[in-house]
């Protein structure tokens, strides 16, 4: 049984969501503040997190970059809830590496169904497979090869890996700076347009016409992602 955290100060919202996720089978817990969010990060290990950026104490997108600081909770699913029409909060909270956004008013079946995809999505990425296959792009993971219509095409060791960390997770967005973090560390001493040479250079090599991709998207203002 996989379980949710749901963080919001609103007990409406709270109930809501209580509700119709029991209704799916998922366990609920709740936190109504971001102090209270980490605590039960930390204690209790949800599957996922439902996180109002609007909250007392810390708000949102301070709690969702404290949850990526840690390498404990850098993969924790976050659902971000914005105001409406509050298009800085989306594009600052996917900056800070939330999965994925809802504005309210939201509907509860609607984020169900995305709660479920990204869990999906999740125990794919844990089952680490060998390779990974779309369109006619083939990504062994195990060899470090790429194929396109099954012709070898060699990528350099950041290339790889900059394609691998995008296709594990199909859909979600990376900014620059979190794809700057994981694959050339803490100490490199670059900026982010060392992401965007790389991003390009792949290109190149595997689409079919690089001005307009088909595998690796870019999200003007905000970064990368493979599109699922």
Known sequence: MAVILVVDDEESIQELLRY???KEGYKVLAA???????????KDQPDLVVLDVMLPHMDGMEVCRQLRLNPKFRE?????????????????GLELGADDYMTKPFSPRELVARIKARL??????DEVPDQIVHGELR????????????QETELTPKEFELLRVLATRPGKVY?????????????????????????RHVRQKIEKDPSNPEYIETLRGIGYRFKG
């Open 139 to 150: 990504i062994d993971l195990t060899r470090f090869m790429v194929y396109i219509k099954e």
């Open 120 to 125: 999906r999505r999740v125990k794919s990425a």
């Open 175 to 199: 900014s620059r700076e979190e794809l700057l973090e994981r694959i050339w560390g803490y100490e490199y001493a670059g900026d982010t347009r060392t992401v965007d040479v790389h991003v």
């Open 20 to 22: 119709n996720l029991e």
């Open 76 to 92: 924790l699913p976050v659902i971000m809830l914005t105001a409406k029409g509050e298009e800085i909060d989306k594009v600052l």
């Open 32 to 42: 109504r503040d971001g102090l209270e969010a980490l605590e039960r990060v930390g």
